[in-house]
Protein backbone atom coordinates (compact mmCIF):
# COMPACT_ATOMS: atom_id res chain seq x y z
CA UNK A 1 0.00 0.00 0.00
CA UNK A 2 1.61 3.35 -0.97
CA UNK A 3 0.59 6.97 0.62
CA UNK A 4 0.64 9.95 -1.14
CA UNK A 5 1.13 13.49 0.26
CA UNK A 6 1.29 16.39 -1.98
CA UNK A 7 2.86 19.95 -1.05
CA UNK A 8 3.46 22.94 -2.64
CA UNK A 9 0.16 24.59 -3.63
CA UNK A 10 -1.01 28.15 -2.80
CA UNK A 11 -2.06 31.09 -4.56
CA UNK A 12 -0.11 32.67 -7.45
CA UNK A 13 -0.47 35.68 -9.99
CA UNK A 14 -0.85 34.90 -14.06
CA UNK A 15 2.09 34.49 -15.15
CA UNK A 16 3.50 33.09 -12.21
CA UNK A 17 5.43 29.89 -11.28
CA UNK A 18 4.91 27.07 -8.56
CA UNK A 19 6.31 23.49 -8.08
CA UNK A 20 4.29 21.18 -6.43
CA UNK A 21 5.85 17.54 -4.93
CA UNK A 22 4.74 14.02 -4.49
CA UNK A 23 6.07 11.74 -1.70
CA UNK A 24 5.14 8.60 -1.71
CA UNK A 25 5.77 5.93 1.77
CA UNK A 26 4.63 3.09 2.85
CA UNK A 27 5.19 -0.45 1.20
CA UNK A 28 5.61 0.53 -2.22
CA UNK A 29 8.97 0.47 -4.46
CA UNK A 30 8.21 3.88 -6.01
CA UNK A 31 10.79 3.65 -8.19
CA UNK A 32 9.10 0.29 -10.22
CA UNK A 33 6.12 2.46 -11.38
CA UNK A 34 4.98 5.03 -13.48
CA UNK A 35 3.41 7.93 -11.75
CA UNK A 36 1.81 11.39 -12.58
CA UNK A 37 -0.61 14.24 -11.89
CA UNK A 38 -3.70 15.54 -12.52
CA UNK A 39 -6.32 18.42 -11.54
CA UNK A 40 -9.95 18.75 -10.21
CA UNK A 41 -11.91 22.14 -11.10
CA UNK A 42 -15.28 22.87 -9.33
CA UNK A 43 -17.63 21.96 -11.70
CA UNK A 44 -15.43 20.07 -14.21
CA UNK A 45 -14.76 16.70 -14.81
CA UNK A 46 -10.72 15.41 -13.75
CA UNK A 47 -8.09 16.30 -16.29
CA UNK A 48 -4.72 14.57 -16.91
CA UNK A 49 -1.84 16.80 -16.74
CA UNK A 50 1.09 14.67 -16.83
CA UNK A 51 2.70 10.98 -16.25
CA UNK A 52 6.19 10.01 -16.22
CA UNK A 53 7.44 6.59 -16.46
CA UNK A 54 9.83 4.69 -13.54
CA UNK A 55 13.31 6.37 -14.85
CA UNK A 56 11.99 9.26 -15.76
CA UNK A 57 12.79 8.64 -19.60
CA UNK A 58 9.31 9.32 -21.38
CA UNK A 59 6.93 12.03 -20.25
CA UNK A 60 3.11 12.33 -21.33
CA UNK A 61 1.43 15.98 -20.87
CA UNK A 62 -2.16 16.76 -21.15
CA UNK A 63 -2.77 19.29 -24.16
CA UNK A 64 -3.49 22.20 -21.88
CA UNK A 65 -0.31 22.24 -20.31
CA UNK A 66 2.03 21.62 -22.65
CA UNK A 67 5.21 23.61 -23.29
CA UNK A 68 4.41 25.21 -20.08
CA UNK A 69 4.46 22.42 -16.85
CA UNK A 70 7.47 20.21 -16.56
CA UNK A 71 7.07 16.77 -14.51
CA UNK A 72 10.09 14.77 -13.17
CA UNK A 73 11.05 12.50 -10.65
CA UNK A 74 13.55 11.31 -8.01
CA UNK A 75 13.32 7.85 -7.53
CA UNK A 76 15.90 8.19 -4.64
CA UNK A 77 13.76 10.48 -2.09
CA UNK A 78 10.38 8.74 -3.42
CA UNK A 79 9.49 11.63 -4.58
CA UNK A 80 7.75 13.17 -8.09
CA UNK A 81 7.72 16.99 -8.57
CA UNK A 82 5.31 18.99 -11.21
CA UNK A 83 7.06 22.16 -12.58
CA UNK A 84 4.08 25.23 -13.53
CA UNK A 85 5.49 28.00 -15.38
CA UNK A 86 3.45 30.68 -16.79
CA UNK A 87 0.49 29.79 -14.73
CA UNK A 88 -3.10 31.06 -16.03
CA UNK A 89 -6.65 31.63 -14.36
CA UNK A 90 -7.83 28.40 -16.32
CA UNK A 91 -5.06 26.64 -14.11
CA UNK A 92 -6.84 26.74 -10.84
CA UNK A 93 -7.76 23.36 -9.09
CA UNK A 94 -7.23 20.78 -6.93
CA UNK A 95 -4.11 19.26 -7.72
CA UNK A 96 -3.51 15.33 -7.48
CA UNK A 97 -0.51 12.94 -7.51
CA UNK A 98 -1.01 9.47 -8.65
CA UNK A 99 0.93 6.12 -9.21
CA UNK A 100 -0.02 3.73 -11.33
CA UNK A 101 0.76 0.14 -11.64
CA UNK A 102 2.64 -0.37 -14.32
CA UNK A 103 6.16 0.84 -15.51
CA UNK A 104 5.62 2.92 -18.21
CA UNK A 105 4.40 6.90 -17.94
CA UNK A 106 0.24 7.03 -18.07
CA UNK A 107 -1.15 9.25 -20.40
CA UNK A 108 -4.75 8.91 -18.95
CA UNK A 109 -6.13 9.53 -15.61
CA UNK A 110 -8.07 6.34 -15.36
CA UNK A 111 -4.46 4.93 -15.55
CA UNK A 112 -3.64 6.19 -11.84
CA UNK A 113 -4.38 3.43 -8.88
CA UNK A 114 -3.73 5.57 -6.08
CA UNK A 115 -3.59 8.96 -5.39
CA UNK A 116 -3.14 11.61 -2.84
CA UNK A 117 -4.94 14.25 -0.93
CA UNK A 118 -4.16 16.77 -3.25
CA UNK A 119 -2.81 20.76 -3.34
CA UNK A 120 -5.26 23.40 -3.78
CA UNK A 121 -3.78 25.80 -6.86
CA UNK A 122 -4.94 29.48 -7.52
CA UNK A 123 -4.11 31.65 -10.11
CA UNK A 124 -5.03 35.22 -9.46
CA UNK A 125 -5.69 37.10 -12.84
Known amino acids: QVQLVESGGGLVQAGGSLRLSCLAS?????????MGWFRRAPGKAREFIAG????????EYGDSVKGRFTISRDNAKNTGYLQMNNLKPEDTAVYYCGTSSFSMAPAYSSLFRNWGQGTQVTVSS
Open 26 to 34: GQYTFGNFG
Open 52 to 59: INWNGSNK
